[in-house]
């Protein structure tokens, strides 16, 4: 019973935490439910739970203003509940250390998948030496990738947004966290940039270029490599 | 130490707006030659032929090729524009037509000979105007100048040919021209003459000889290259000054040049003009405004001088100072000025002695730091005699009547008095009326007063009688003592009382002007304000006034304010709104329509113009320097005032729209909340089952229809929020970089199975580089159209969806091979709520408006027609931002 994993809910809607905590007690979660965000704060630091589930749209303080409070004591994988069109809330969320986001109305098999990767990653080492996923192979020592046993030449811009992407694969990663990464913090806003080296990574890497499988597109807000 | 090779910020700032102001504005360009024939029409025409062969769109707006062959040649096949016929007392005159110009609005306009004058009643007196017009009108120029007809080099040609040259245009058009030199060697320019090749007009025949000397000539010839390589060098400087390369900056000088009434100013301007430019100096004109009024031929020749000073582009200064020297230092070091430009003066001025020295002197013992240059005045002096600055010896034979009259009777009164007392007591009463007389006339009529007095004195009562004999040494004595106190008193009273007058005038303009800000200040609203504009501005030139406020008319820019006392004709009117779009003085006495009864000012407030303030004097002399200035003022108050005015209603205005923002942003995103909550729940719940598992094929079927349900629901909700945001005015687009593949493929993940059963072909250039758009907006307008054929077309139907550039827009279609559009009116089906007439269920009637408000919300348009084989298509146009180049890197 222990090593069930404790989530908790900040949510001010009944009807959401009641399903939430119906679906993930039913996935094998131990769920705690807070109805908003001062209390959502008071939990988590009595419980750490292992992730927290945080509505953006809270009655008290903001969504935004707790994912703040929170970060300053607490590295417990967040993910966000949000609507549509405000993919400047969803970026901010993020950029403030929020792990990933679900939009509403969500899928509840989406929103398990990423409660799983932001637990593994919480969890789990990312220092291995080698990557792979579909027919992609990455070797981090030797820097060499193959795609279908086929070894290709990558630029070294590729290669580092390539290296990023998948060390956080399943992990949504704004346009700002990649250009300040792969590009330095002078080109935060220089989206098209990116734009221009993803493609050139998806002609390279993807079976089918205009139907992307590996890096997929969170529109207005980032990239995530499937996990 | 400063950094001396930084670029000095308002340099920069100075070369960004030229930069701007010369995109927006036409660029003129100048053909210029060193005197007529050396074949600058036949250059400009060929240039023209160029830019004709390359696409653009060039009209001859006038050309004078004097009958040439190789000319007339040489402009046939270019389009030309007919000219204005004017019927001038019987003389055909034939005219650059400026209005039909406008009209026709070509790329590139030809218009010959730059410095000509214009017929008499055209819009400008000159021909200049009219190309600056047309430069304002952002069309291009070509044009062609002989080097005498440059203002500043008018003289330098005149002193070489011994020609007076009376057309000129100012240097300050010519400033941002680009020169292109027609050179000819003079040898070669007199074989061309005496071939017959050069037209020269039968009176200019006799001159020929003289003027055409090859020594002439190359005199000419090199003051045309000189103009042309000193533009250059300006020019040069401007670049470097825009990109920062380590090069020589602004000077630091500024130069003062001291104006008067004399003839010989203008000299003096065109020299201080030279300089100026060769050091890459600013430069001030000052003139010192004495306590005497002027004669109006001085006026005259002053306002002429003050005007070529500004069109040579001088900043005009003038101030009130009876003594000159004190003005002019107190201006240059108000001025920071480092070099002062005076007249060497052309003669000995005994009366300068007794103020402490001659002007020169005085003014190179008090400058201090500043350097004085001391210029030769050449020209006309010697044709004409200096002017005195008062009107010394001018006589007005009224003041010196009463004069003559009040001695008279003093001189009788006198003779009573004669036998009572001795005759010393005598030149009391004398000396009594001099002074009086002194506080009521100038200085000439008390010098007459003093010697006449004087000699009457002699005459009458100085013994021996009725003669001018003197006989002992204390009556000579008494006589000059007599004479000198009368005078020197005389004149003290004078002044103090020209003084005072000079104060009082000084004081009423500062009150009036004060009272001008003060009732502005406590005018409670627009009305009253402007109603104390006219009234103010009235009482204080002496004028009838009329206000005239901007309106969103353009073709009546400003209209007339109903309290004004002067009632506008339409042409003056017409007057009016032209210098209000031109933020030009126009009317009488300036050189915009001057056929105007009226002086047409803007209102000029930062970029804004305010409006226009017409005034109709009751004579018609041109108003003193100091009232002008007054009038400056009042301009500037004037127009703060409203622009004030603007800025608080465009505040309140923005305040509320704010709020109404704010309330709605509210409003919808509560909505939205509640709306989608609900949805979120059927949402999860339909998941929760599914992995619950054990469901029969039929329950996971209606599982299915669920979801499908939910997420039209949801797509609806977005849409009927779009709308009413849409509706609110409070549409914002938040533009980045998108793949357009990225949207394409998140339009249709939105659709869900929408269109499972269509067969769906993207395409997409590959070399299709990353568009700047909205991408929430645009994946809307997607999911709309894709929505739109999923509801009107049958399953099964080929839907394809491409793009591509074009010019500087992006097209995006949608098409399909169903029934296509019904008839009627296309447009109407973007309209709101517009349903087709046999429209199946599915639709709402919103999609396609969305689809519409988008696509104009991110500055482009949406269009829909059959296609030629069958079905539909819709296509939005999107402007291109053309992408920023990337850093090269290495592999």
Known sequence: MNNQPLVLIVDDETQIRRLLTITLEASGYWVLAATNGQEGLVLAAQHKPALIILDLGLPDVSGQETLKRLREWSQAPVIILSVQNDEKGKVAALDAGADDYVTKPFNTDELLARMRVALRRSTGKDDESAFQAKNLVIDFSSRRVTVSGKEIKLSKTEYELLRLLTRHAGKVLTHGQILREVWGPNHENDTHYLRVYVAHLREKIEVDPQNPELILTDLGVGYRFSA | ?891
């Open chain 2, 1 to 891: 130490m400063p950094d001396d090779t930084r670029p000095n910020p308002d340099a920069l700032l100075a070369a960004l707006k030229r930069d701007e102001a010369r995109r927006q504005r036409g660029r003129l360009k100048v053909f210029l030659g060193m005197c007529a024939g050396v074949g600058k029409t036949y250059a400009m025409l060929e240039a023209a032929r160029r830019e004709f062969a390359a696409g653009r769109d060039v009209v001859i707006g006038y050309l004078e090729t004097h009958g040439r062959k190789e000319t007339d040649a040489l402009a046939e096949g270019l389009p030309a524009l007919p000219r204005r016929l004017i019927d001038h007392r019987g003389i055909q005159l034939s005219e650059f037509d400026l209005d039909a110009a406008l009209t026709r609005k070509p790329r590139l306009i030809l218009v010959d000979e730059f410095a000509h004058t214009n017929a008499p009643e055209s819009r400008h007196p000159k021909r200049y105007q009219d190309v600056l017009e047309l430069l304002d009108a952002g069309i291009d120029v070509f044009t062609t100048l002989n080097i005498q007809h440059i203002e500043s080099r008018a003289e330098a040609v005149g002193q070489i040919t011994g020609v007076t040259i009376s057309e000129t245009v100012p240097d300050t058009t010519l400033a941002a021209a680009e020169f292109e030199l027609v050179d000819l060697p003079p040898e070669e320019l007199r074989a061309r003459l005496a071939a017959g090749k050069v037209y020269l007009p039968e009176r200019a025949a006799t001159a020929q000889d003289n003027f055409f000397r090859v020594g002439n000539l190359s005199a000419l010839r090199e003051l045309a290259l000189r103009f042309t390589a000193e533009h250059v060098g300006q020019d040069v400087l401007a670049a470097r000054q825009a990109h920062g390369a380590g090069a020589p900056w602004k000077s630091g000088q500024r130069l003062l040049v001291a104006v008067s009434t004399s003839p010989t100013s203008a000299s003096l301007i065109r020299w201080t003009r030279r300089l100026a430019g060769e050091l890459h100096a600013t430069w001030t004109a000052v003139y010192v405004e004495p306590l005497k009024p002027l004669s109006n031929e001085d006026q005259a020749r002053l306002a002429r001088h003050l005007a070529l000073a500004r069109e040579l582009g001088a900043e005009i200064i003038t101030t009130t100072d009876d003594d000159a020297v004190h003005g002019i230092l107190r201006i240059a070091r108000e001025q920071n000025v480092t070099q002062i430009v005076i007249g060497k003066p052309a003669g000995w001025r005994v009366i300068e002695l007794f103020h402490g020295g001659s002007v020169l002197n005085r003014l190179i013992n008090e400058s201090g730091q500043i350097d004085v240059h001391v210029v030769r005045a050449e020209g006309k002096t010697i044709s004409t005699p200096p002017v005195r600055p008062d009107n010394f010896w001018k006589i007005d034979f009224n003041v010196y009547g009463w004069i003559t009259v009040v001695v008279a009777l003093v001189t009788g009164l006198n003779a009573l008095l004669d036998q009572y007392v001795g005759f010393y007591a005598l030149a009391l009463t004398y000396l009594l009326a001099v002074v009086v007389s002194a506080l009521f006339v100038g200085r000439g009529p008390v010098f007459y007063a003093a010697t006449l007095s004087a000699l009457l004195w002699d005459f009458f009562f100085l013994p021996p009688r009725y003669n001018f004999y003197i006989t002992s040494f204390q009556d000579g004595m008494m006589f000059t003592m007599y004479f000198v106190v009368a005078l020197v008193l005389g004149q003290l009273t004078a002044r103090i009382r020209a003084q005072q007058i000079a104060e009082r005038l000084r004081e009423q303009r500062a009150t009036s002007l004060y009272l001008l800000t003060r009732e502005l200040a406590e005018s409670p609203d627009l009305a009253q304000l402007l109603a104390v504009v006219v009234q103010q501005v009235g009482k204080t030139f002496g004028a009838e006034t009329a206000l005239s406020l901007p309106t969103e008319n353009e073709v009546a820019p400003v209209t007339p304010y109903f309290a004004s006392t002067w009632t506008l004709s339409d042409k003056e009117q017409t007057i009016a709104a032209w210098a209000f779009q031109h933020r030009q003085a126009a009317g009488r006495g300036t050189d915009n329509l001057p056929a105007g009864d009226g002086l047409h000012l803007p209102l000029l407030a930062g970029t804004r113009t305010a409006g226009v303030l017409s005034l109709r004097f009751r004579d018609n002399s041109p108003l003193p320097p100091a009232q002008r200035d007054l009038l400056d003022a009042f301009l500037r108050q004037v127009a703060l005032v409203l622009d004030r005015e603007r800025l608080r209603d465009a505040e309140t205005q923005a305040r509320l729209s704010a709020e109404s923002e704010r309330m709605g942003t509210t409003l919808l995103n509560s909505v939205s909340h509640e709306l989608r909550t609900p949805l979120a729940a059927i949402s999860s719940v339909s998941s929760g089952l599914r992995a619950a598992g054990e469901l029969n094929p039929a329950q996971r079927m209606l599982l299915t229809e669920l979801d499908e349900a939910t997420r039209r629901l949801n797509r609806l909700v977005q849409n009927l929020l779009d709308l009413s945001r849409m509706q609110s005015g409070h549409l914002r687009t938040n533009d980045d970089w998108h793949d357009l593949r990225d949207l394409v493929n998140a339009a249709l993940q939105n659709l869900g199975h929408g269109l499972d059963e269509y067969k769906v072909k993207i395409e997409i250039p590959n070399h299709l580089p990353p568009v700047k758009l909205d991408a929430f907006l645009t994946e809307q307008i997607l999911v709309n159209l894709f929505g739109n054929v999923a509801v009107h077309t049958p399953p099964g139907t080929n839907v394809t969806f491409s793009a591509k550039t074009e010019n500087d827009r992006l097209v995006l279609e949608v098409r399909d091979d169903g029934t296509g559009l019904p008839a009627g009116d296309v447009s109407k089906m973007f309209n709101r709520f517009q349903r087709g007439p046999e429209a199946p269920a599915g639709g709402t009637g919103i999609g396609l408006s969305l689809v519409k408000g988008f696509a104009e919300a991110q500055g482009g348009s949406v269009s829909a027609e059959n296609q030629p084989g069958g079905g539909a298509r819709f296509t939005i146009k999107l402007p291109l931002v053309k992408l920023p180049p990337l850093p090269k890197e290495k592999e």
